[in-house]
């Protein structure tokens, strides 16, 4: 059965299609486009109006991750369609996108790689959760022949002015203070720029404090965050573009869920130094007339304390990396060439450590070209990748990759754009799947890798369709995913244990062969590879109903779903359920009003180490108030009606729900 096939069969998304169509009918020819329609994307390396590209793209302004702002990024993140989040507690959470996570999303602060730990575990938070962010990107799909095969399920871009990218008039300011009521949490960002001709400063610093959340069945245990980050940074601006330096110094220390109730737990504490360079020069040579660079350095560490106190492992990871672009325009033909290269040194040092120290150095170069003939285009590139892994103990790998995609657009009528890709797509495995081996306590598993695993290689095959005109809008992705070798991380079928008095531990067949007094016994857990398939699609809708009393009315939809198997049976692990959210705002120039139902539904499609996660729904609602062009006050209420939620796609999805009831006030204010 073709990937066309089977993801028409199994996501039954054309029933959905032609329900949102009948209600868009109606409105469709009367809408009128009193608003401009292109937003531009660009973490794409051809940047373009949103609604042109040829993958799911979304991007988030500062009012949207000012009103989804929750948590770390996977959970700010998480109601965007085609979104999931990770979710190991208040203090760590990283997205999961169509059904990839970990090494596969490439999460970004300002086009360039965070280099942090949170692709080794769940319980390490990404170093940008979005606090103090102007806006974020995101690309859905295999978004590897800009930023190499670590982004075969897609990119997420934290963007901020730390480097200022545009003049600043004097003195400017954005400044943000909330409180949440579930965790009686506060949080603050402030962005302080002045400028003088060409040059533009800029100060920026930003906290977030919360105890333990409560949740339908009682307090979160040790859910505690404190997040401190400082920067400042400089540019030239001028019609020629802009070029600039920045640093900033992270410290984020949360609490870890308690292995048993009855005893204290845990704590991280993390802090990361930042330097970067970005500039973006308008050229004349050749046929070239952009030049982009980014260039930064990055030192991170963390200390995993246990619950009395003591340090446990600790985490290290320092390195740099670079990525040059040169970019082409004309009337037709537009197009980038692009050079990547990284070097980073990851290590973990403790009883705990489950992977020794090692180097990886990744080499890319792309080029993406699009040939626009109005009604009809094309859009494709290549991109080769070379990734070196040298291990202290089991030695060194290199892969080399190649990546490529071929797309084709059509404009049918105004307003409408509709898109198709196919695309081959090469990951090399990471130091985790290659050299893992020991006890990993946030998993509750003991994780063994496979130095000898080769690359896994994904051909997939997306279409889109885009409508937009005014007040109306409408959405389809459509995406099916063959892997050939998916590395995935599944039960071996034996447990480790471990007797701390005579100092010895082993593996035995099953738990009850451990020996009597072992102190710590885990199912071992390896990474090994299969072929898989992964389909499904976002769909989402907007129209306006009526005006009433100077109230626009807006309705608004999204569905999303994703389904993944094991060739030959079974199905990958922790693959998120099926949302859909249902929306109506009502909106003047002063005032926002909105209420939705946000329904989960249950997983029973499950690895064989599984168990079913019940769905729920989430009735939310917020209020948002602009006296003029300078404030913003918002209240925003989460789970009013105060229900049980469990992630899927969490390792502590049946200890630790998500957060009850919440009532959120933010004031937000730029001038």
């Keep these: 059965m073709t990937i066309r096939t089977k993801l028409l069969a199994s996501c039954r998304l054309p029933i959905v299609l032609a329900t949102f169509a009948g209600v868009l009918a109606p409105t469709l020819a009367q809408a009128q486009d009193s608003e401009a329609t292109s937003e531009i994307v660009v973490t794409a390396p051809l940047e373009g109006s949103r609604i042109e590209s040829l993958q799911g793209a979304e991007v988030l302004r500062r009012d949207d991750i000012v009103e989804q702002l929750h948590g770390g990024l996977g959970d700010t993140l998480d ?62 799909g295999a978004a590897a022949l800009a930023y190499g095969g670590n982004a075969i399920g897609g990119v997420v871009n ?61 307090e979160a245990l040790n859910q505690w965050v404190r997040l401190r980050n400082l920067g400042a940074g400089g540019s030239l601006t001028g019609e020629w573009g802009f070029a600039g330096l920045a640093i900033k110094q992270t410290e984020n220390e949360y609490g870890l869920l308690p292995e048993d109730p009855s005893e204290p737990g845990g704590r991280i504490e993390m802090e ?21 660079y980014g260039v930064q350095h990055s030192d991170y560490e963390h200390t995993e304390f246990e619950g009395d106190g003591a340090p446990g492992t600790r985490f290290f990871s320092e390195g740099w990396e670079g990525r040059l672009e040169a970019h082409h325009g004309g009337e037709r033909l537009q197009g980038a060439l692009g050079l990547q290269y990284s ?60 990546s490529g995609s071929i797309g084709l657009f059509v404009r049918p009528a105004e307003n409408w754009f509709i898109g198709g890709t196919i695309a081959r797509t090469e990951r090399a495995p990471s130091a985790i799947e290659l050299f893992s081996d020991g ?39 459509l995406y099916g995913i063959d892997f050939a070798d998916y590395i995935a991380l599944v039960e071996r079928g034996d447990v480790w244990w471990l007797d701390e008095d005579t100092d010895t531990s082993g593996f035995a067949p099953d738990e009850a062969s451990a020996p009597a007094g072992a102190d710590e016994i885990l199912p071992v857990f390896n990474f090994l590879q299969r072929d898989a ?30 389904r993944a198997q094991f060739v030959g049976g079974g199905r990958p692990p922790r693959i998120p359920p099926r949302t859909l959210t249902l929306g109506l705002e009502a909106a003047n120039d002063a005032w926002t009003a909105r209420v939705e139902a946000v329904d989960t539904a249950k997983q029973d499609r499950l690895a064989a ?21 300078t404030w913003t006050l918002r209240l925003d209420g989460r789970n009013l009606t105060d229900e049980l939620g469990r992630v899927h796609s969490s390792f502590l999805k049946d200890d630790l729900p998500l957060p009850g009831r919440n009532l959120r006030v933010t004031l937000l204010t730029s001038f």
């Excluded at 168990?611 to 602009?626: H, K, M, P, Q, V």
């Design 343 to 402: 070097d980073v040194d990851f290590e973990a040092e403790g009883e705990e450590a489950f992977i020794t120290a090692t180097n990886t150095v990744d080499l890319g170069v792309f080029v993406v070209e699009r040939y626009d003939l109005d009604t009809w285009g094309l859009e494709g590139g290549v991109r080769f990748d070379r990734r070196e892994i040298d291990n202290f103990v089991f030695g060194a790998r290199d892969f080399d990759n190649v």
């Design 272 to 292: 990361q130094t930042r330097i970067e360079s970005r500039g973006d020069l308008r050229i004349d040579v050749g046929p070239f007339d952009r030049l982009d």
């Design 439 to 477: 006890p990993h306590l946030a998993t509750a598993n003991y994780e063994v890798g496979d130095p000898a695993i080769d690359r896994e290689a994904a051909t997939s095959l997306e279409v889109s369709a885009r409508y937009r005109n005014g007040a109306t809008r409408f959405e389809l992705n």
């Design 609 to 629: 180490f599984e168990t079913e996660t019940d769905g729920f729904t989430f009735l939310n609602a917020s209020l948002a108030w602009r006296p003029n062009e």
């Design 79 to 140: 109601a965007t369609p085609g979104i999931a989040t990770t979710f190991f507690g208040a203090g760590a959470s990283r997205p999961i996108i169509r059904g990839l996570g970990e090494d596969r999303v490439r999460v970004l602060q300002n086009g360039i790689g965070a280099i942090d730990a949170s692709t080794a575990s769940p319980d390490h938070a990404v170093t940008s959760d979005g606090l103090d962010a102007e806006r974020i990107e995101v690309l859905r």
């Design 158 to 218: 934290v963007i901020d002015q730390s480097i200022p990218t545009r003049p600043i008039d004097g003195f400017s300011l954005d400044a943000l203070v909330g409180y949440s009521s579930v965790d009686e949490g506060t949080q603050g960002s402030a962005e302080i720029g002045f400028g003088a001709g060409p040059l533009a400063l800029h100060v920026s610093g930003a906290a977030r404090d919360a105890d333990p959340y409560d949740t339908p069945i009682g």
């Design 533 to 562: 398939t992964f389909i499904g699609g976002e769909i989402s809708a907007a129209t306006q109903l009526f005006e009433a009393a100077g109230f626009t009315v807006t309705a608004d939809a999204a569905l999303d779903i994703v």
